[in-house]
């Protein structure tokens, strides 16, 4: 017998509604997964790589390319330099950065401000460490962080921040008035953040997304994480990485050394030659928008209620219109009923909640949102 780390987590909500999904045949609008094509240059530059001998592993830290590519972006789009030896890290994933990160700070009985509706990492990471999640809940109906709570909640044992924008489930975005109230929450303050970034490239509406590590404040006590697998629609690659004051990606690189050690080493390359074209990150938000669009044009006869996306490649709906029922039974009722899986958001929250809200995934093949929009109008 062992003692759980995690005793009251259970398989994921993404799981179940996909294994769901493949049982029922139906259309998969739950999982954060693109059903459609990379580009072919990236997966030519992969071939390249692989046939030059790029096999072995790489260096712990990531191949030196690779990360002078990502340094030039971030001081490209966010007028902030990271050494590309010293403060950036490759990554297997954006939930492994989170792990790791999340594992540089937290200690037993360290708490970590989270806000919900979250990414199901966020918590099991702060438990698995001895930590305490300490939840803050968003305000409705644009999910805006209430400051006047995380101010309250603030203690000697609070240590850690998540932030993350654009937002998984919401599709909301941070604003500068938010940077000015998180600067004031950690000024002075033993507080570090972590800041989930991985949609920094899917923004719409004409905005920008604002990185955390823009404010010099922030950024001195910050884990910036992003991933290339939502921008470049390759989410089975898992590769990520992690951006980060020298002192913190040595302390983060202590703990990456003995989980990964190395990441794949042909894709890192790849990755490093893609990005030296600028469009191939910067049209991004372009093309989802253009997604999202299509879906919430489709759809716009229906009874369901969107609520507005700025950013990520999920919509929430409202189905107050359709059914009493909580979001849970809703969704295994639209698989049942019309073949069509969608996401609860009451699992993103630690305490059970009823806004009657399900998330769509939008990274989807155009017949695919027509035929799952035909199929939820008749509701």
């Known amino acids: 017998m062992i003692e759980s780390k995690l005793k009251n987590i259970g398989t994921s909500i993404f799981a179940v509604m996909t294994k769901l999904a493949n049982e029922k045949n139906a259309l998969n609008l739950s999982q954060g997964f693109p059903d459609f094509d990379i580009s072919p240059k990236l ?6 790589f692989m046939k030059a001998g790029k096999n072995q592993y790489a260096p712990m830290p990531g191949v030196p390319e690779l990360r002078k590519m990502i340094s ?21 994933g954006a939930t492994q950065a989170l792990y790791t990160a999340i594992s540089v700070l937290i200690n037993p009985d360290d708490e970590a401000i989270i806000f919900e509706p979250a990414y199901d990492s ?14 803050i809940s968003l305000r409705l109906p644009d999910f805006s962080i209430p400051w006047d709570k995380v101010v309250s909640s603030i203690n000697s044992k609070t240590k850690l921040i998540i932030i993350n924008s654009p937002h998984n489930p919401t599709g909301a975005v941070i604003s500068q008035d938010d940077i000015k109230e998180l600067e004031n929450v950690v000024r002075d303050k033993n507080i570090f953040i972590i800041s989930d970034e991985v949609y920094e490239h899917i923004v719409f509406d004409g905005n920008k997304h604002i990185s955390i590590c823009e404010s010099e404040i922030l950024r001195n006590k910050s884990f910036v994480i ?6 470049f629609h390759t989410t089975g690659w898992k590769i ?17 050394q003995f989980i990964v050690f190395a990441v794949n080493t042909p894709i890192q390359y790849a990755y490093a030659e893609f990005l030296k074209d600028e469009k191939n990150y ?34 929430l709906l409202d189905y107050t219109q359709i059914s009493d029922k909580d979001d849970f039974n809703f969704s295994l009722e639209l698989i049942d009923k019309i073949g069509v899986a969608v996401i609860p958001l009451s699992p993103f929250y630690s305490q059970q909640t009823n806004n009657k809200l399900i998330r769509i995934c939008f990274a989807k093949k155009d017949e695919v949102l027509y035929e799952a929009s035909q199929r939820m109008k008749k509701l």
Do not use: M
Request: aromatic letters at 16%; a positive charge; charged letters at 30%.
């Open 72 to 92: 030039l972006k971030i001081e490209k789009l966010y007028n902030c330099k990271y050494d590309f030896e010293s403060e950036i890290t490759i990554t297997a």
């Open 282 to 315: 910067l049209d991004v938000s372009s093309f989802y928008q253009k997604k999202r669009d299509f879906f919430l044009e489709l759809i716009k006869d229906s009874k369901f209620k969107p609520l507005h996306s700025k950013g990520t490649y999920f919509q």
């Open 226 to 231: 992003s991933s290339f697998g939502k921008t």
């Open 43 to 48: 997966i030519e530059l992969v071939d390249h």
């Open 122 to 135: 966020y918590a099991p990471s702060v438990i698995a460490n001895g930590g305490k999640p300490v939840f």
């Open 240 to 256: 990520g990485y992690c951006a980060a004051p020298k002192v913190l990606t040595e302390e983060f690189r202590k703990l990456h």
